[in-house]
């Protein structure tokens, strides 16, 4: 999963960095990039469907994000109507300190999620917290809805997307190369947009004859 939304991802962060960064290379501050919200949807939609990859500690199969529709940017959340499809699904109950796995086989479930944004600058990593509106997975399970019990793997876990290296843009003068790159130091969900923060980083060497 994290393999291929993280290289749309740095795709994007490239063609943006790329177009602005003539303008603000010269600069050591941080520099703001705001990608709109229709870049990142068109993104996803490119990368779907996408089978994950982890699994629960409760529930095992094979799941897969068939659609994700209604997406929204909003202050500090992102907001979207999700299609996924599980098979082979099989829940694990412990009774008497032995692990019992329960066949629930397939099912179809769509519902409504937010997810929190956290990044961490060090790993360069971008964490996706889901969470399903009006549903309690766990309820849900023990009224039998095998659909609902999708809701284990996804509902307030983290997902890492590990992001890229942004290619350096090279620039030569008549003495030297100038090697022009930027690291992400953080994503910030906003209303309309995905706002990235980069610091740029400027290095020069002779020039090769």
Sequence with gaps: MKKRVSSVLSLIVLLFHLQNFAATAAASQTITMNIPEAVIADALEQVLPLTLDDTS?????????????????????????????GENLSLITTVASQDIRLKLGSAQLD???????????????????????????????????????????????EFPLELQEITPIIAETHHKQLS???VITNIISQKGALQL???????ASPRQN
């Design 57 to 85: 500690s409760r529930l095992e199969g094979r799941i897969t994000l068939q659609k994700i529709s209604q997406f929204k940017l909003l202050d500090n959340l992102v907001s979207f109507h999700l299609d996924l499809h």
């Design 111 to 157: 519902f409504d999620c937010d997810a929190y944004l956290r990044f961490d600058e060090e790993q360069q990593i971008l964490f996706v917290k889901p969470m399903a509106r009006d549903i309690q997975p766990e309820v849900a399970l023990q009224q039998g809805d095998i659909g609902n019990a999708l809701l284990l793997l996804l509902n307030g876990r």
């Design 180 to 182: 022009i790159t930027a």
């Design 197 to 203: 923060q980069l610091k740029p980083l400027i290095t």
